[in-house]
């Protein structure tokens, strides 16, 4: 098995754990061992929630950002947030679980804040849309509140074929798509001159 197999196989199992035993009594090795994975490897690879959380989030990235076709910055987009939001869906349970628990843990709330930006910047340019300087910094704030808004119609999107959720991007794109259009547009004024 390699690493990032590995990994995966960690990642499921405190997941399925987290859904039952809910995400602040996760224990690591205790998943680590449910899998029947090599204990001191596990240590090695993923020794605690935060490390956790962390290649969760860069094999999250990594699945959004395989295959990405030509087309529209929106259509490519579109398919990037959901790629993502499936592997969510995999592993449902436990980041119900999580995302319930992020008020009582304040590691992961910093953890998840702290990679979301650089998640999201890969996304944008994984669409062949720049995020450098403050246009670009803007740009991948948009995209993380995107996200956040996908992300919260997909906690409570019962359908199987996530059609609420699918929705909730559209109308995001949408608004994002509006905000920029509008600071676009606008030019900047010259300050009164002095007396």
């Given at each position: 098995?390699?690493?990032?197999?590995?990994?995966?196989?960690?990642?499921?199992?405190?997941?399925d754990r987290a859904a039952t035993a809910g995400w602040i009594g996760l224990s690591v090795p205790e998943a680590a061992r449910a899998a029947g994975l090599d204990m001191a490897r596990a240590r090695a690879r993923i020794p605690n929630r935060c490390a956790l959380l962390r290649r969760f989030g860069t094999l999250a990235d990594q699945a959004a950002l395989?295959?990405?076709?030509?087309?529209?910055?929106?259509?490519?987009?579109?398919?990037?947030?959901?790629?993502?939001?499936?592997?969510?869906?995999?592993?449902?349970?436990?980041?119900?679980?999580?995302?319930?628990?992020?008020?009582?843990?304040?590691?992961?709330?910093?953890?998840?804040?702290?990679g979301s930006l650089t998640s999201?910047?890969?996304l944008l340019h994984g669409a062949g849309v720049?995020?450098?300087?403050?246009?670009?910094?803007?740009?991948?704030?948009?995209?993380?509140?995107?996200?956040?808004?996908?992300?919260?119609?997909w906690q409570g999107d019962t359908s199987d074929d996530l059609s609420a959720t699918l929705a909730a991007l559209d109308q995001a794109l949408t608004r994002a798509e509006q905000a920029e259009a509008t600071f676009a547009t606008r030019t900047p004024t010259k300050p009164p001159e002095g007396p």
């Amino acid at each position: 098995m390699d690493d990032t197999e590995f990994d995966r196989t960690l990642i499921a199992a405190a997941f399925d754990r987290a859904a039952t035993a809910g995400w602040i009594g996760l224990s690591v090795p205790e998943a680590a061992r449910a899998a029947g994975l090599d204990m001191a490897r596990a240590r090695a690879r993923i020794p605690n929630r935060c490390a956790l959380l962390r290649r969760f989030g860069t094999l999250a990235d990594q699945a959004a950002l395989a295959g990405i076709g030509d087309g529209p910055v929106r259509d490519q987009l579109f398919d990037i947030v959901m790629r993502r939001i499936d592997i969510l869906q995999a592993h449902r349970g436990g980041v119900l679980a999580l995302l319930r628990a992020l008020p009582f843990d304040p590691a992961a709330a910093l953890v998840l804040a702290s990679g979301s930006l650089t998640s999201m910047s890969w996304l944008l340019h994984g669409a062949g849309v720049a995020t450098g300087g403050i246009k670009g910094a803007l740009r991948s704030k948009a995209m993380l509140a995107v996200w956040l808004w996908t992300v919260r119609a997909w906690q409570g999107d019962t359908s199987d074929d996530l059609s609420a959720t699918l929705a909730a991007l559209d109308q995001a794109l949408t608004r994002a798509e509006q905000a920029e259009a509008t600071f676009a547009t606008r030019t900047p004024t010259k300050p009164p001159e002095g007396p």
